[in-house]
């Protein structure tokens, strides 16, 4: 979508120690939950960078299974997204949360009863064979479009598979 808009996206990991933040006009970090928590590196990617961040057009967004339920699916609604703002002091410019995928068959078996058991308490799928994309695609679409209108410009680059970094060169 950001690209169809003729902007240049880089996508890296946030651990990557060769990024060069100076280079991009936006940076989108995105991470998935965990056992109820964002990976650390997200917070020390954060913590580290935060002047960089606050100095350029960014962007923050959480994946998770709990917003699958719609009462749970916005910024101001989802559990992790609240607790994570409130552990860190940057205030991120735009903010999402979108469903993730479910698909027991690709976890260990510790994680999948895990999972299924979490699913269990809060009255989810627990089949082992389901493969479920939880994710709303219009939402995504939105907040893609959004990201766009605020840099109707040039190129942009972009990090992360769990954390992502957009950006327009300057
Ligand atoms: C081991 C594991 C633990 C998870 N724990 C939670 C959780 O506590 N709460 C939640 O809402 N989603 C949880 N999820 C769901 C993920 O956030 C979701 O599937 C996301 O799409 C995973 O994206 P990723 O594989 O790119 O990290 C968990 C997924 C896995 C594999």
């Not at 060769?18 to 020390?44: C, M, P, Q």
């Not at 903010?95 to 009863?113: I, N, P, S």
């Not at 299924?116 to 994309?133: A, Y």
Request: charged share 25%.
């Amino acid at each position: 979508m950001i690209e169809q808009q003729n902007n240049i996206v880089t996508l890296l990991p946030i651990d990557n120690e060769t990024i060069a933040l100076d280079d991009f006009d936006n940076i989108i970090i995105g991470a998935s939950i965990r056992y109820g928590k964002h990976n650390k590196k997200v917070y020390e990617f954060i913590n580290k960078n935060q002047e960089i961040l606050e100095n350029k057009e960014n962007a923050f967004f959480s994946v998770n299974i709990v917003a699958r339920k719609p009462n749970k699916n916005t910024p101001e609604t989802n559990p992790y997204l609240l607790k994570f703002l409130k552990q860190i002091s940057w205030k991120p410019k735009n903010l999402a949360v979108f469903g993730g995928k479910l698909d027991y068959q690709k976890y260990g078996v510790f994680d999948r009863q895990m999972i299924r058991f979490i699913m269990w308490l809060t009255k989810g799928d627990t089949d082992p064979k389901s493969v479920i994309e939880y994710t709303n695609w219009e939402e995504v679409d939105k907040f893609a479009k959004l990201i766009c209108n605020i840099h109707n410009k040039t190129l942009t680059r972009s990090i992360s598979p769990d954390m992502e970094c957009i950006s327009n060169p300057q």
